[in-house]
Each structure stands twice: as C-alpha cells, then as structure tokens.
C-alpha cells in the first residue's frame, strides 16, 4: 500500500501539468499546426439611400456625390500605322543614309559586282586616300558586303613589315578610291587570305601605285 502512493501522486502531478499546458493554449509543435484558407468574396459597395438630403453630400467622398457630373474621357483615335507607308524600315534607313554618304552612287557602284562587271573585286590593287592622313594602297583580300557597313579588306608591305587594313566604303574620312590594277584573271574565292603566305604574298606594291600615279599624271597633262 507505501509503494503505491508516490507512483499515484506522480500521475497526479502529471495530470496536473497537462491540464495547465492545455489552458496556456494550443502546442507549438510544428506536427500539431495546420493551415487552412477560405475565399472571402469582396463585400459589394453599400448603395446610398435615395432621396438624400443635399446637406449631407458634404460628407460624402466627391466621387459618390450624386450632384457629381462625371466628366467624359476624350478618347483619341490611334495613330496612323506606318506598315503600309514603310513596309522594311531598316531598308528605307540605309537608302537614307547612303544618300547622304555618296550622293552620286559612285561607290556604290564600284563595289556592286552583281550590277556592275566593273567593279572593284579581290585580287585587285586599290588606293584610298583619306581626307586626314597619308593614302593607303594594297590588294584587296576581302570585300564585306553590308549596306552601309560595307567594308574591304588592303593588304600591303612597308618597310618589309606586312600591314593589312580594313576600310569603310562610305566612311566620311574616305575621299576617294581609285583601282591601280586589275587582277590578271578572276579569283575562284570570295577571301584571298592565301596570299598571305610567302608562296602566294607579293609583297610590297609602291612601284606599280608609282607607274599608276606616274601615267595618271600624264594623261592628265595632256588633256
């Protein structure tokens, strides 16, 4: 019968401790807590009894003031669309520039070599002069046809030092490009880079831009 008084006064004092966690509230613990959600339609907005007297409208926000004339929206028309005027923007852009850059489409033309048998092609030795520095003579490696980006490749040797430089057809710097001689016969490729071996690479071309400038400036004494 002793030993069996301290094992109820522990389940009491058990008990005890229980009911006391239950009234401080719900457990904490995560596997107890439950989440629940319900949709709540959004309450309509309360009508104002009719027949109001004016001496209320005061209180009342100005927007919800029955004597409030609304003002009507001026709703203006869209734009005119310029697809039909303008159906390829970027090819009415590049004609526009290209006035500007080369009024008489004299570049253009010699660096056309679908419309013109004439134009400049690789293989040939050009040179520009520039409107700021000394002219430049090579043969043409490479001929980057890109609308107003149109560019081509010179190749030349100074002072024994191979040199190439690219040039922008319609850059504002440019002021002329002359063709100093003609390849012997048409190239089989589109970019000579081979000719930048020693087997293929000419060299220097001075003497044959000097003969050029030389005859040129005889032709011109004559006339």
Same mark, same amino acid.
């Given at each position: 019968?002793?030993?069996?008084?301290?094992?109820?006064?522990?389940?009491?004092?058990?008990?005890?401790?229980?009911?006391?966690?239950?009234?401080?509230?719900?457990?904490?613990?995560?596997?107890?807590?439950?989440?629940?959600?319900?949709?709540?339609?959004?309450?309509?907005?309360?009508?104002?009894?009719?027949?109001?007297?004016?001496?209320?409208?005061?209180?009342?926000?100005?927007?919800?003031?029955?004597?409030?004339?609304?003002?009507?929206?001026?709703?203006?028309?869209?734009?005119?669309?310029?697809?039909?005027?303008?159906?390829?923007?970027?090819?009415?852009?590049?004609?526009?520039?290209?006035?500007?850059?080369?009024?008489?489409?004299? !570049? +253009?033309?010699?660096?056309? @070599?679908? *419309?013109? $048998?004439?134009?400049?092609?690789?293989?040939?030795?050009?040179? &520009?002069?520039?409107?700021?520095?000394?002219?430049?003579?090579?043969?043409?490696?490479?001929?980057?046809?890109?609308?107003?980006?149109?560019?081509?490749?010179?190749?030349?040797?100074?002072?024994?030092?191979?040199?190439?430089?690219?040039?922008?057809?319609?850059?504002?710097?440019?002021?002329?490009?002359?063709?100093?001689?003609?390849?012997?016969?048409?190239? !089989? +490729?589109?970019?000579?880079? @081979?000719? *930048?071996? $020693?087997?293929?690479?000419?060299?220097?071309?001075?003497?044959? &831009?000097?003969?050029?400038?030389?005859?040129?400036?005889?032709?011109?004494?004559?006339?």
């Amino acid at each position: 019968m002793a030993s069996s008084l301290p094992m109820r006064s522990w389940s009491c004092l058990r008990s005890a401790v229980r009911g006391i966690y239950q009234l401080q509230g719900p457990s904490r613990s995560l596997s107890s807590i439950s989440l629940t959600t319900k949709y709540t339609p959004k309450p309509e907005p309360k009508e104002l009894p009719k027949n109001l007297p004016p001496h209320f409208y005061s209180q009342l926000p100005h927007r919800m003031r029955p004597d409030m004339v609304k003002p009507k929206m001026k709703i203006k028309p869209a734009p005119p669309s310029t697809l039909n005027a303008c159906p390829d923007p970027v090819a009415a852009v590049t004609e526009k520039q290209l006035a500007v850059l080369d009024p008489t489409g004299e !570049r +253009r033309q010699l660096f056309d @070599y679908r *419309r013109n $048998p004439r134009s400049a092609k690789v293989g040939d030795i050009l040179r &520009v002069t520039f409107k700021s520095g000394d002219p430049f003579s090579g043969v043409c490696l490479n001929i980057r046809q890109r609308g107003i980006d149109t560019a081509f490749l010179l190749r030349n040797e100074l002072t024994r030092v191979p040199v190439e430089m690219w040039i922008k057809v319609f850059s504002p710097n440019v002021q002329s490009v002359e063709i100093v001689q003609r390849t012997e016969k048409r190239k !089989r +490729r589109a970019r000579i880079y @081979y000719m *930048r071996q $020693p087997k293929h690479d000419i060299g220097s071309v001075e003497n044959i &831009v000097q003969n050029y400038l030389k005859q040129k400036s005889a032709v011109s004494g004559q006339s």
